[in-house]
Every structure is written in structure tokens, then in C-alpha cells.
């Protein structure tokens, strides 16, 4: 995968000293353990004998998103079905402080690797973190999930797209990276809680309910309508109770443009050259304006339509409008603003050139931000970890 560039993790972080044993395996996993590695935890990604599952999935090769997701992090390759592998992983476990799996339920405990009855046991301070689709204690607990099917069955996607059209899927994997963010969270709390006890416990969030928290803008609007009707409100808010709220023209593209009060509205009218719509009665609230949003969409379409997105964000910028140009991921994905921030570095791959890593997206006053290491090949480290010799050259 990558070259032999270095690979070592950075000291002088708040979680030096930490060691992480991730088992994560496509994006919530591996992204759980991701934000383990910038702060300085060891982490250990440990690999069935054929990879992570992202490695090999596209035409080009292999998904650079693995380079993206197990930056700053060693890998470890192990069949847990080979008595001698699994021996190995358990001696890995005995001196650990987390776990982290996003496994289908019930796959540790036919490994024989539970956390009741094997590696609590083994280690009485591991803290174990599982990511599932959903809770052990729901009646879909063992059903199939990943963050399609989990967005449709939350309710995410009834809520997402336009009135006139079909249900749709966010464009990004949300639930899959939300639900890692809060298993890292649970984590670090059970690790605050195991300096005062000295035990470890195990910490699990499930998809479907970190995504029923994003719901409460949409849950409010159905509990507010006396039809008890939520519609798909495209880009509008989604209680269709806060206007101008929406996508507007511009002459490179569009513009998101939102107020959320009637203070904004009075900025943006004056921005637009037409102060007299703050004093106009028929878009003096939110409430009048949302019953003539078609109305004012197009009085701020006809504004935005004969400039540039940059030029109506600068203008809105200094007006106190919150407003943003609608980027492409061309324009983002080696954004040259964090580029210079570091919060994108470059890192060499042998088949896909280079590619624009994440980095740490926690700023510390006491802590410079981690740069992404380079992720590692698939069982890179198994060697080195394990004390079975030397690690082959990973560029040969």
C-alpha cells in the first residue's frame, strides 16, 4: 500500500502511554481508533489475514480511504481462528487499556474472545468499546448493519431529500462516523472512571441511537403538527419554520444562506440594498416570511443570482449572515486554507500516488496538533508487536 515512509507515533499528547487495541473494521471502528492515535495512544490495528475490508475495494486498487482512516496507527495481522494467532491476541490484550470491535453481535463470543467471561478476566482494567449497528438489548440487536440500512431504519433518510421525491441517503457515511466520535467519547469516560475504581468495563453505543439524537429538529416539527406530518424539506429547515433558509443561484454555483432570526433578516436585507423588506409587514417574522418563502427565495435568489459565490459570502461575512458557498469535493479534498493549517498532509501510496490525509481535528493549547503518520500495509508491525523478528521492508 503505502511506501516506507515514517511511521512512528508522535509523544507529548494527552493520551500517551495509552494502549489501544482496535479491531475496528471499515469506517466507525477504525475511525474510533483513529482519534485514539492522534492524541499519542499506542494503538495496535489488528487484521484478519486478507486486511481490513476497505483495502481492496475499488477499480484502482485499493480504497484510499485506509489511508485516511489508520493513519498513526500498526498493524497486526491475525487469523483468531489459529489457536497459535489467538494466543498471541490475548497476550496483546493482557496489558492493554481498550479494546475497540464494531463486529456483527455475538462474533467475539464465537471466537471465544468475550469480554465477560474471557478478557475482562484476562484484564480486569481493559476498557472494551463495541460499535454496533444496534443495542444488544433492541429487538433488531442481531440483525445486519452498516450505515446505509441504519439511516433508512432511524429515520434519517424519510427526512432527507425533497418534498417531491424519494426518500435518500446522506451523501456521507454520517452514522457510521457519528456513532465513532461517541464511542470514543463512552471510552474515554470509562477510562476517567477506571482511575478512580481500577476496573475496566465494557462501553457500547449502537448507530440507530446516536442517530435518533440528530433527529430532534425533525421530531419537534412532528410533535408540533397537528397532522402529525413531517415533510422532506430538501434544503430548507427542516420544521420549514425559519426563512430564508435554502440554496440560492449565484453565477459559479450556489450559496447556502440561512437566518435564523428576524435580527438576521434585518442584516441580510440591508446587505441586499433592500432595508425596506426588515420593515415590511409581510416578512416581519419568521412565521410571515415562512408563509411566503417562495416569495422571499426568490427576492434573495434575484440578489445572489448576479455574483459569485465568494463574492455574496464576503458580503454576508461582514453582514453577520451566516452563509457559505456550496463547495465541490474537488475543491475540498486538498482545500489549500487547510493544507496551510495542516489539517491536510500528503502521504505517498505505491499504486494510487499521493493522497490527502486527515489530521487530528483536536486543537489543545498545551498539545500541537498530531500530523497523520502514514497508515500502515496490512500486518506491517506483526513482527515488531509480536517479537517474532525483524518487519520486512513494507516499500519492497
Known amino acids: 500500500m503505502a511506501t516506507s515512509s515514517e511511521n512512528t507515533q508522535q509523544t507529548g499528547q494527552p493520551l500517551d502511554g495509552i494502549k489501544v487495541i482496535d479491531m475496528g473494521q471499515v469506517y466507525l471502528g477504525p475511525y474510533c481508533g483513529l482519534l485514539f492515535g492522534f492524541l499519542g495512544a499506542e494503538v495496535i490495528k489488528i487484521e484478519g489475514p486478507t486486511g481490513d475490508p476497505i483495502r481492496i475495494k475499488t477499480r484502482a486498487g485499493e480504497n484510499p480511504a485506509i489511508m485516511m482512516l489508520n493513519s498513526n496507527k500498526k498493524s497486526v495481522t491475525l487469523d483468531l481462528h489459529d489457536e497459535t494467532d489467538r494466543a498471541a491476541f490475548l497476550e496483546l490484550v493482557a496489558d492493554a487499556d481498550v479494546l475497540i470491535e464494531n463486529f456483527r453481535p455475538g462474533t467475539m463470543e464465537r471466537l471465544g474472545l468475550g469480554f465477560d467471561d474471557v478478557l475482562h478476566p484476562l484484564n480486569p482494567r481493559l476498557v472494551y468499546g463495541s460499535g454496533k449497528g444496534y443495542a444488544v438489548d433492541s429487538e433488531c440487536h442481531d440483525a445486519p448493519a452498516m450505515d446505509f440500512p441504519i439511516q433508512a431504519y432511524s429515520g434519517l433518510m424519510s427526512i432527507t431529500g425533497f418534498a417531491d421525491g424519494p426518500p435518500l441517503k446522506s451523501g456521507a457515511a454520517i452514522t457510521d462516523f457519528l456513532t465513532g466520535a461517541h464511542l470514543y467519547g463512552g471510552i474515554l469516560s470509562a477510562?476517567?472512571?477506571?482511575?478512580?475504581?481500577?476496573?475496566?468495563?465494557?462501553?457500547?453505543?449502537?448507530?440507530?441511537?446516536?442517530?435518533?439524537?440528530?433527529?430532534?429538529?425533525?421530531?419537534?416539527?412532528?410533535?408540533?403538527?397537528?397532522?402529525?406530518?413531517?415533510?422532506?424539506?430538501?434544503?430548507?429547515?427542516?420544521?420549514?419554520?425559519?426563512?430564508?433558509?435554502?440554496?440560492?443561484?449565484?453565477?459559479?454555483?450556489?450559496?447556502?444562506?440561512?437566518?435564523?432570526?428576524?435580527?438576521?433578516?434585518?442584516?441580510?436585507?440591508?446587505?441586499?440594498?433592500?432595508?425596506?423588506?426588515?420593515?415590511?409587514?409581510?416578512?416581519?417574522?419568521?412565521?410571515?416570511?415562512?408563509?411566503?418563502?417562495?416569495?422571499?427565495?426568490?427576492?434573495?435568489?434575484?440578489?445572489?443570482?448576479?455574483?459569485?459565490?465568494?463574492?455574496?459570502?464576503?458580503?454576508?461575512?461582514?453582514?453577520?449572515?451566516?452563509?457559505?458557498?456550496?463547495?465541490?469535493?474537488?475543491?475540498?479534498?486538498?482545500?489549500?486554507?487547510?493544507?496551510?493549517?495542516?489539517?491536510?498532509?500528503?502521504?505517498?501510496?505505491?499504486?494510487?500516488?499521493?493522497?490527502?490525509?486527515?489530521?487530528?481535528?483536536?486543537?489543545?493549547?498545551?498539545?500541537?496538533?498530531?500530523?497523520?503518520?502514514?497508515?500502515?500495509?496490512?500486518?506491517?508491525?506483526?513482527?515488531?508487536?509480536?517479537?517474532?523478528?525483524?518487519?520486512?521492508?513494507?516499500?519492497?
Not at 272 to 280: E, F, R, S, T, V
Open 191 to 396: 477510562l476517567l472512571e477506571r482511575a478512580k475504581s481500577g476496573s475496566g468495563q465494557k462501553v457500547e453505543v449502537a448507530m440507530q441511537d446516536v442517530a435518533h439524537h440528530a433527529l430532534a429538529s425533525n421530531i419537534s416539527s412532528y410533535l408540533l403538527s397537528p397532522e402529525n406530518f413531517v415533510p422532506r424539506a430538501g434544503n430548507s429547515q427542516g420544521m420549514l419554520e425559519i426563512t430564508p433558509y435554502d440554496i440560492y443561484p449565484t453565477t459559479d454555483g450556489s450559496v447556502s444562506i440561512m437566518c435564523l432570526t428576524d435580527r438576521h433578516w434585518v442584516a441580510l436585507a440591508g446587505a441586499m440594498g433592500a432595508p425596506h423588506l426588515a420593515i415590511d409587514e409581510r416578512y416581519a417574522g419568521n412565521i410571515e416570511r415562512s408563509a411566503r418563502r417562495a416569495e422571499v427565495d426568490a427576492l434573495v435568489s434575484a440578489w445572489t443570482a448576479g455574483q459569485t459565490r465568494a463574492e455574496v459570502f464576503a458580503t454576508l461575512k461582514d453582514a453577520n449572515v451566516a452563509a457559505a458557498p456550496v463547495r465541490q469535493i474537488s475543491e475540498i479534498a486538498r482545500d489549500p486554507d487547510l493544507i496551510k493549517r495542516g489539517m491536510i498532509v500528503e502521504h505517498p501510496h505505491d499504486g494510487l500516488g499521493s493522497i490527502p490525509v486527515p489530521a487530528s481535528p483536536f486543537q489543545f493549547s498545551k498539545h500541537p496538533r498530531t500530523k497523520p503518520c502514514r497508515a500502515p500495509n496490512a500486518g506491517e508491525h506483526t513482527n515488531e508487536v509480536l517479537g517474532r523478528g525483524p518487519t520486512p521492508d513494507s516499500s519492497k
